[in-house]
């Protein structure tokens, strides 16, 4: 059956991206492409996912760019070395869930602007946008993961984390476990959908069990979050503050988030707000380095039952960082989950 709402890239567009060097061979000389109808070539274990958009973000309030994060991931992905660490064989392109008609739609639109009636009207349209960016995602996904593979998810906002948990829910017939490295916990009130409720109303929809936040800043949490999480024994916080009074490390905060999702299926959620001074939706001036980003993703992808990852939020133009810089870190991160996921059993 045809997957709806995927655009595939061609073989050509792959080599036009891919720049070729004597005795050197890169992942995009490698990698496979998903077929229309979801068939993911022999050997493929892993498949990359792009969602280019950032209502979801605007629907928030927030800074629009991480609509770009694919188009610069991917040339820096395909450009790294295909070698011992890592094959491209193993690895196939999805390409991008094809929301252009929304962001046409979403052009123009700012719930920043104008008077109070305004403001809200476009709140309202915004949000409607981004519940059929959630169908669209979750189709998508729940075709991947019947189809047994892994999906790494680049790019659109953290409401995008809604339609992964959706999918693979739907794909395993059971709600899921989640991990989140995040100053924020995105639970916020179930008020139309956007890019801060993202696991509020994957929970309500029975998609979401577990959850864990890995680096949620103290500063910038609602005391009625606070309160929610304190409350409910399937939630978990382990705060960027506590490791800086010395109480706990980044690696030991991820080890007591997998011990909270351990014994469900879960999904990894990697958002780049968390990363000091990436460019991002919501960009911190302090934050977990990318070296300590890229290790807690790595240790958590090698632990949990993991059914998806997503990068989210990045945002190239936002911050001081050269897109290519943010690009090679979101690349390095995926190579990490992809090299990890190979290595560990099949879930």
Not at 112 to 124: F, H, Q, S, Y
Request: aromatic share 4%; with cysteine; proline share 4%.
């Amino acid at each position: 059956m045809h997957v709806e709402h995927l655009r595939t890239p061609t073989p050509d567009e792959i080599r036009t991206m891919t720049t070729l060097r004597d005795g050197e061979v890169r992942l995009g000389q490698r990698v496979g492409i998903v077929g229309p109808e979801g068939q993911t070539p022999a050997g493929t274990q892993v498949v990359l996912v792009g969602i280019p958009e950032d209502i979801g973000v605007r629907a928030n309030l927030g800074r629009a760019g991480a609509r770009r994060m694919w188009r610069a991931f991917l040339p820096r992905f395909l450009n790294m070395q295909s070698n011992t660490f890592l094959d491209g064989a193993t690895v196939a392109i999805a390409g991008c869930i094809d929301v252009r008609d929304l962001n046409k739609a979403a052009k123009g639109i700012d719930a920043t602007v104008g008077g109070p009636r305004a403001r809200a009207e476009a709140l309202v349209t915004l949000r409607e946008m981004v519940s059929e960016i959630d169908r669209r995602v979750a189709s998508v996904i729940e075709a991947l993961r019947r189809s047994g593979v892994v999906p790494i998810v680049i790019g659109g906002g953290h409401n995008n984390a809604y339609g992964i948990l959706a999918g693979c829910a739907r794909a395993s017939g059971q709600s899921l476990g989640c991990v989140n490295i995040d100053l924020h916990a995105d639970l916020r009130p179930c008020e139309g959908r956007h890019s801060g409720n993202a696991f509020t109303y994957a929970r309500a929809d029975g998609h979401l069990d577990r959850y864990a936040v890995v680096g949620m800043s103290e500063a910038w949490a609602t005391q009625s979050i606070i309160t929610a999480i304190e409350s409910d024994p399937r939630t978990a916080a382990f705060t960027f503050e506590s490791m800086l009074r010395g109480g706990v490390t980044p690696l030991r905060m991820a080890e007591l988030a997998a011990a909270h999702v351990a014994g469900s299926k879960a999904t990894l959620e990697l958002d780049l707000d968390a990363v000091a001074q990436a460019p991002a939706s919501a960009a911190a001036a302090s934050g977990f380095s990318g070296a300590e980003f890229r290790s807690m993703a790595t240790m958590l992808a090698n632990t949990v039952q993991l059914q998806a990852a997503h990068i989210a939020e990045g945002a190239p133009g936002n911050g001081a960082w050269p897109t290519e810089m943010l690009a090679k870190l979101v690349a390095e991160l995926t190579r990490d989950i992809a090299t990890t996921t190979l290595r560990s059993p099949r879930v």
